[in-house]
């Protein structure tokens, strides 16, 4: 069966060789010449970060390496209405509460706390607005206080059934767990989404039938299948690559301006030396 993949970044900054690794994972796997869809998604939904230059920069940098997507390109940005379809449904399962606590208060609260609990990206959060009585929460939103909504982590994981379970094409078959990221926001209080809620809707919609992503963002997959489940959407297959590190082994970031796919065009590179220096 055809594969349908996606590449999926953030115009937010120049793409660089750990890019240009995901990029080409996700090409090879469609082998669009075999029928399958290799699509182009702009996860553009941070706004006043998100530049047209750096989305037209993606562009010029994936042609550049010869490669084909289908059109029209996706834009987040423009799928909100998704979106809050999706986040009102947990909503209605009773998953969902929100959250008005600022980064400081988040910040203080858990340096309070000895030993905080750790997820992948931190610190998690330490549940200030759980404790809220139903009427305090109303009476917040009626004021208009400014709110995020999270996943009740602990509820979402007793609605999941025995073993749900999910796979990596070279990690193996994982079991599925809620609280990885602890209460993680669904949707942020300038945002009315979030990347890993974007991420499955969109997936879902699109047909994707394979993730193909880095390493780093294997335990999202945790979280991403425990929401495919709750909104009743298809799992795809996943396939979590190696990243592209740099000489003191750190992973690549935008900041990296150094190894830049552009600033690599301009010092005369080829497709050819960007695909063996990243080893495709």
């Not at 858990?110 to 990206?121: E, F, L, T």
């Not at 305090?136 to 709110?147: L, T």
């Not at 079991?175 to 990885?180: I, K, L, P, W």
């Not at 929401?227 to 795809?236: A, C, D, F, V």
Request: with cysteine; hydrophobic share 40%; glycine share 8%.
């Amino acid at each position: 069966m055809p594969e349908v993949t996606r590449f999926a970044p953030s115009p937010t900054g120049w793409l660089h060789l750990g890019h240009a690794l995901a990029a080409g994972r996700a090409a090879q796997a469609a082998e669009v010449a075999a029928g399958g869809r290799f699509l182009l998604r702009m996860e553009d939904i941070d706004g006043p970060r998100c530049r047209p230059e750096y989305e037209r920069g993606i562009e010029e940098d994936l042609a550049w390496l010869g490669l084909v997507w289908e059109q029209p390109v996706v834009r987040q940005s423009e799928r909100m209405a998704l979106y809050a379809e999706a986040l009102e449904k947990l909503r209605q399962q009773g998953l969902l509460y929100p959250c008005f606590c600022t980064r400081r208060e988040i910040e203080e609260e858990v340096a309070r706390a000895s030993g905080a609990p750790q997820g992948p990206d931190g610190p998690l959060y330490p549940g200030l607005c759980r404790r809220l009585s139903a009427a305090e929460r109303v009476e917040r939103i009626a004021s208009g206080e400014a709110h995020a909504w999270r996943l009740d982590a602990a509820s979402a994981q007793r609605q999941l059934p025995p073993n749900l379970s999910w796979r990596d094409e070279g990690q193996g078959e994982f079991v599925a767990d809620a609280t990885v990221f602890g209460d993680v926001v669904l949707a942020r209080k300038d945002i009315p989404t979030s990347y890993h809620l974007a991420v499955v809707v969109d997936d879902a919609d699109q047909g994707v039938t394979l993730v193909t992503r880095g390493l780093d963002l294997l335990p999202s997959s945790h979280l991403h299948r425990v929401l495919q489940h709750l909104l009743e959407l298809p799992t795809p297959r996943y396939a979590h690559h190696r990243l592209v590190v740099d000489e003191a082994g750190q992973r690549l970031a935008k900041r990296d301006h150094a190894r830049a796919l552009r600033t690599l065009r301009q010092e005369g590179w080829t497709p050819a030396q960007v695909w063996r220096e990243i080893g495709l």
